[in-house]
């Protein structure tokens, strides 16, 4: 979890868009994480804007607050910190190869 925690917390320190996985989920999770703080009931938890992915709140965009101890895996192109970054364009661009891909092959269903 310390891994996970210190990549969140860079990837909110520089802005980037990260891929995340949550334990049990089906599908992952694109968030733009925004911080990392410890709850009242002493759970550390990631504050963020989920842009696309598994979520409760009937499928909409919307801030989530994350325990991070349920958080599998942090995903994207930029190697030192787990997410990504970049201009308007290549973001449209790795959020489909990050969000789609994974769900059309999880669906079953072939994109190309």
Known sequence: MEEITQQ????SEKKRVCRIQMRGEPLNRVVHPYGICQTSANKITLVCWQALGFTNS?????YRNLILEDCESVEGPDNNTGCFGGDDTHL???LILLVLFPLAHTLGVRLM
């Open 8 to 11: 969140l917390w860079e990837a």
């Open 58 to 62: 009937r499928g909409e965009p919307g």
């Open 92 to 94: 449209t661009a790795e």
